[in-house]
């Protein structure tokens, strides 16, 4: 059975956990240093709000080591604020940790249009997708792989081992983007 720690400090993550658990996969919740060390074959980063986060996970003492992990090939999903803290360029900002290589522009949808549910494409099929204060990735490096669009917008990524959405799947009923984060931690698992 494999297993997924969910970054837990802030935001969205117990319906991952819900999910996760329809999908029979394992999960436990991560809210301290300490959590770092427990075996896991996979890593969510939630949904929320970047700044927060950043600021709780360096207040925690977290944040060089969740790092680490990910750097040294942990699966790794970030939806929304999660895939903020992955992104290598921020408009404006600085860069949390700077991984994922995108560039990406914050709370890019207007104000009417705040969040949205709306149908999206992946490359087999159609699905539906939420978008909440979502940011909008501009401009992808050679190594991404878009993995969604939405109106020819890219929404979805994929770099090796690092996956990443500006829209929250755990929302929705589709699970496939959860099968393709599943099949990227069994491929590495198999390598
Ligand atoms: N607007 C949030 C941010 O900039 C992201 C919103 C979300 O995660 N749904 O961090």
Redesign the pocket.
Known sequence: MLTIGILAIQ??FIEHEKRLKGLKINTFEIRQLSDLTKDMDGLILP?????AMKRLLVDLGMFESLKRRIIEGLPTFG????L?LLAEDIMHENPHFGLLHISLA??FYGRQKDSFKTIGDTENQKIPMTF????KIMSIKKDVTPIAWYQGDIVGVKQNHILGTTF?PELDRSNVIYDIFIQMIKDKKNR
């Open positions: 935001g969205a949904g929320g709000e970047s700044t939806i929304c604020a999660g903020i914050r709370n909440i204060r979502a940011p929250h």
